[in-house]
């Protein structure tokens, strides 16, 4: 890995080129540059290069990188192949590259988003989770610096903006890998103050004694088993200037925040409280956005909220079948404290459209279990009380290439959600419509004339194995989250 990545110009940087499948089948076309036309031939030669994304070959002093086929060319393709590259240049001990731009390409705008993406696929690929290796940890090898180059000032911008956003996402995959012996609400504070103190926001902290006077039930009951008492974490962006199409806009985006997930009493078993320190994806998610917003210096007012509390057990636990009352005075019956992640989400959807007036919320958790199964690892869902809402955050993340899918949330669902003994229930026992559940519960701490969403990432935080992040936090909603500010700021 590398300790820096930046963009600069080297004069000994080694060339990079991108190879289309359309290569392969004559000579290189025109738009090659003639220097790198005989290291793409010279790639295509080589047994088993198929220019497939992310194939990566030495050739004539070049690195030609495989892009599949030219017309699929997208910026999801290029963080793949940024990534490739990455680890071609870790393994050997490269510190220097510059892109070979291919011909004059008249649109330069799409030409930087590739540029910006490539990047980042570099930045991200370059992670690694720091401050826990012991003496046999095997050694890894870091080089100094990585500096890449492109041939364009527009395009350096691009690829500036690119590592500038991959940094805002990896910081929020090093908040949700963190251990939970280390990653805490107080711990959560402390990070929300130092991100802050870098990206220029206001960072207000409502602790525990704070959320009990405001009467924030879901906050309280879910976190006072813990040693560490939660708190509600604020942070507040405000531009030098708010652009003409965000005038009177408050964007406020709501990440739910569980740093540990035991279940409760209704106790996670048979290893299901394996990988739970990940149940704070969607505040780590929230938190790399409003840096990520900031650092771009977005012309729009946005302020995160992260409800952050440790699910534990003990004999100030709450229990299935109590009753308790939210900030905004509805009373919920808790039927299940597996489902806490909700309750923290509702006290801080009240207390948003009580205190900050929004004109759009976006909440995101890792919620159900149930949008695994009906998504899979290839979606997050999506939930809306409004269409236009819901249609620009389909924008947003076909722009971010962060998959979502919209799900229904009628009134019927709402009404599955009541309780004989209390207005609501956190949960139904019946496992009817349960991707929808948490959000039909959620709903009622929105006030109706704000149009909210709700993104239950749960299928996303952390997959398996990803092309460009690989395995363990994804950091999958702060490009998205950032695309869709820059939407409602007119960018």
Known sequence: ??????????????????????????KPASDVPKTSRKAIQTAAATPGFKADVGEVVFADDHLVVG?????????????????????????????????????DCDDLEALAAIGAAMAE??????????????????????HPRLRIDWDRKPLRNAMNAGLELADSINVARTVAATPPNVCNPTWIAKEARKVARDAGLKCTILDHKKVKELGMGG?????????IPPCLVRLDYTPAKVSKAAKGEHLVLVGKTITYD?????????????????????????LGAIRAIA???????????????????????????????????????????DAEGRL???????????????????DVATLTGGVVVALG?????????????????????QGANEKVWRLPLWEEHREFMRSPFADILNSNPKRSAHPIQGAAFLSYFVDEDVPWAHLDIAGMASPDADPVTGAGPSGFGVRLLQRFASGMAGG
Not at 3 to 18: C, D, E, Q, S, Y
Not at 67 to 90: E, F, I, Y
Not at 314 to 332: H, L
Request: charged fraction near 25%; glycine fraction near 10%.
């Open 1 to 26: 890995m590398f300790k820096k990545i930046t963009v600069a110009t080297v004069k000994t940087a080694r060339p990079l080129i991108g190879a289309f499948r359309e290569d392969l089948e004559a």
């Open 67 to 103: 892009m599949g086929d030219r017309s699929t060319l997208d910026p999801g393709t290029a963080r793949k192949a940024g990534a490739a590259v990455l680890k071609q240049l870790d393994r050997a001990g490269i510190d220097a590259v510059r892109c070979v731009a291919r011909g």
């Open 121 to 142: 696929g570099i930045a991200l690929a370059n992670w690694r989770l720091a401050g826990f290796d012991g003496t046999a940890a095997k050694t890894v090898t870091t």
């Open 219 to 227: 906050i309280d009951n879910v976190g006072k088993a813990s040693d």
């Open 262 to 286: 035991t279940g409760g009493y209704s106790l996670k078993l048979s290893g299901g409280m394996r990988g739970m320190k990940y149940d704070m994806c969607g505040g780590a998610a929230v």
């Open 295 to 337: 650092k771009a210096k977005l012309g729009i007012k946005v302020t995160a909220l992260l409800p952050a509390a440790e699910n534990m057990v003990s004999d100030e636990a709450y229990r299935p079948d109590d009753i308790i009352t939210m900030y905004n005075g509805v009373t919920v019956e808790v039927t299940n404290t």
């Open 344 to 362: 923290v989400l509702g006290d801080a959807l009240a207390y948003a459209c009580d205190k900050l007036k929004p004109t759009a919320i976006i």
């Open 377 to 397: 690892h290839f979606s997050a869902g999506l939930f809306a009380n409004d269409d236009r809402i819901s249609g620009a955050v389909e924008c947003a993340s």
